[in-house]
């Protein structure tokens, strides 16, 4: 039976990915920051699939906490199965000016998305090729090809290091996927008091479709998943067309966007 450590794992695109393996009968880990919320979700799953979930309350932005989530990817015994799937999907948007004084939203982001996407990646990735098999999942975004901001900046270093580590692990019988969602809708944009009414409706994907079609993508062995022929579309527009129009484009949808209704919630962080 296989085991997926899901970071983020509570929520959004994380749920998401927890439930479809719940149902495909594959064991659980999840880590998450909020204790009550982790454990309700994770009683739900063991009474519904009759599955092991493995809690890990953890704070990515905390290294002691990334320390145990990277011992976790690299034990193997009767008490900790071996973590043959890992899906780094922990993340928040960084909607925070980069030339601001205050730079401690974007050291965060730092820590969740780049920090612990490489200690993780890193870890599973050495003891997934020394049993010769594994999956790596690295939730990324199209926006990585976008100079938006800085989650963009953060984004596209996902992408391009998931692309370098299958590179790294090629022939080692460990897969790896860089997932590159659109716009999904979860509590991430909530978190981040946007209000998303400059998006149109169609653009928009549930996590649960988004969590299909990444997994029948990691079945074909796809290196690069991009859900949804409309973002497929997108992204390759986006990879290719000149810089300056792409410049020119990125200018004129940051100022609609920012010109939106802010939602009554407006916490900044939180799972994907």
Same mark, same amino acid.
């Given at each position: 039976?296989?085991?997926?450590?899901?970071?983020?794992?509570?929520?959004?695109?994380?749920?998401?990915?927890?439930?479809?393996?719940?149902?495909?009968?594959?064991?659980?880990?999840?880590?998450?920051?909020?204790?009550?919320? *982790?454990?309700?979700?994770?009683?739900?799953?063991?009474?519904?699939?009759?599955?092991?979930?493995?809690?890990?309350?953890?704070?990515?932005?905390?290294?002691?906490?990334?320390?145990?989530?990277?011992?976790? *990817?690299?034990?193997?015994?009767?008490?900790?199965?071996?973590?043959?799937?890992?899906?780094?999907?922990?993340?928040?948007?960084?909607?925070?000016?980069?030339?601001?004084?205050?730079?401690?939203?974007?050291?965060?982001?730092?820590?969740?998305?780049?920090?612990?996407?490489?200690?993780?990646?890193?870890?599973?990735?050495?003891?997934?090729?020394?049993?010769?098999?594994?999956?790596?999942?690295?939730?990324?975004?199209?926006?990585?090809?976008?100079?938006?901001?800085?989650?963009?900046?953060?984004?596209?270093?996902?992408?391009?290091?998931?692309?370098?580590?299958?590179? =790294?692990?090629?022939?080692?019988?460990?897969?790896?996927?860089?997932?590159?969602?659109?716009w999904v809708r979860t509590e991430f944009h909530q978190r981040a008091g946007i209000s998303?009414?400059?998006?149109?409706?169609?653009?928009?994907?549930?996590p649960e479709r988004l969590v299909r079609e990444c997994l029948q993508d990691v079945a =074909?062995?796809?290196?690069?998943?991009?859900?949804?022929?409309?973002?497929?579309?997108?992204?390759?527009?986006?990879?290719?067309?000149?810089?300056?129009?792409?410049?020119?484009?990125?200018?004129?949808?940051?100022?609609?966007?920012?010109?939106?209704?802010?939602?009554?919630?407006?916490?900044?962080?939180?799972?994907?």
């Amino acid at each position: 039976m296989h085991r997926a450590l899901i970071t983020g794992g509570t929520s959004g695109i994380g749920a998401a990915f927890a439930r479809e393996f719940a149902k495909r009968r594959v064991d659980l880990v999840l880590v998450a920051r909020n204790a009550d919320r *982790l454990s309700r979700f994770a009683q739900d799953l063991r009474s519904r699939y009759d599955i092991d979930v493995e809690e890990m309350v953890c704070d990515l932005e905390v290294v002691a906490d990334r320390d145990r989530v990277e011992a976790r *990817l690299a034990q193997e015994s009767s008490e900790y199965p071996a973590v043959d799937i890992l899906v780094n999907n922990a993340g928040f948007s960084v909607r925070s000016d980069i030339l601001g004084e205050d730079l401690s939203l974007h050291d965060s982001g730092i820590d969740v998305m780049i920090r612990a996407v490489l200690h993780f990646s890193n870890a599973a990735g050495r003891a997934m090729a020394r049993r010769g098999k594994g999956w790596i999942i690295n939730v990324n975004s199209v926006s990585g090809y976008l100079p938006q901001n800085n989650y963009s900046a953060i984004k596209a270093w996902g992408n391009t290091y998931t692309e370098a580590l299958a590179v =790294r692990l090629a022939g080692s019988g460990v897969h790896v996927t860089s997932l590159q969602p659109g716009w999904v809708r979860t509590e991430f944009h909530q978190r981040a008091g946007i209000s998303g009414s400059s998006i149109p409706d169609f653009l928009w994907l549930s996590p649960e479709r988004l969590v299909r079609e990444c997994l029948q993508d990691v079945a =074909r062995g796809k290196l690069i998943s991009v859900p949804s022929k409309r973002f497929k579309v997108l992204a390759l527009l986006a990879r290719i067309a000149p810089r300056n129009i792409m410049h020119s484009i990125v200018a004129w949808f940051t100022k609609r966007r920012n010109s939106e209704k802010p939602l009554s919630q407006s916490a900044t962080k939180g799972s994907k």
